[in-house]
């Protein structure tokens, strides 16, 4: 399925081109980044350095994700990687919010990533009852 967007950027353009290149770097460095904390030391220096190049690169990938679905024509495909991406990042954030966090209270920052999560996953569901995309509605969910 295919939404005709406002305004579009050609996949040529430098703009795009770029973001992608940085989407793909991000997103391969924190693949391997990932793999440190799960499998070495939990709680040493290592496991808090590489799981803070994780952590950072995740944003990264989530911000070019989002950036690629405003400024390329949306398509059913791109719609359902940028909320992987979104929750993804979401999910990744929050675990090092939490392990930084001294208190059981939330702070505002955690509540508003919360509500924005939740809002992306209601809407993955929603669309995927809409388009009868199982994928859809089971990543949302």
Known sequence: MYFAPFFALPTT???????????????????????????GRKGGALHVRVGRVYTYCMVAVAATAVL??????????????????VLSFYLSFTGWRAARRHSSVLQVADLALGAGSSVVGLSMIVVGVWLQAVLFAFFGG
């Open 13 to 39: 353009s430098l703009f795009i081109r770029s973001a992608l290149g940085v989407h793909i770097a991000a997103g391969t460095i924190a693949l391997l980044a990932g793999l440190v904390p799960m499998l």
């Open 68 to 85: 690629l679905c405003v400024f390329q024509p949306l398509t059913q495909g791109r719609l359902f990687l940028t909320g992987v991406a």
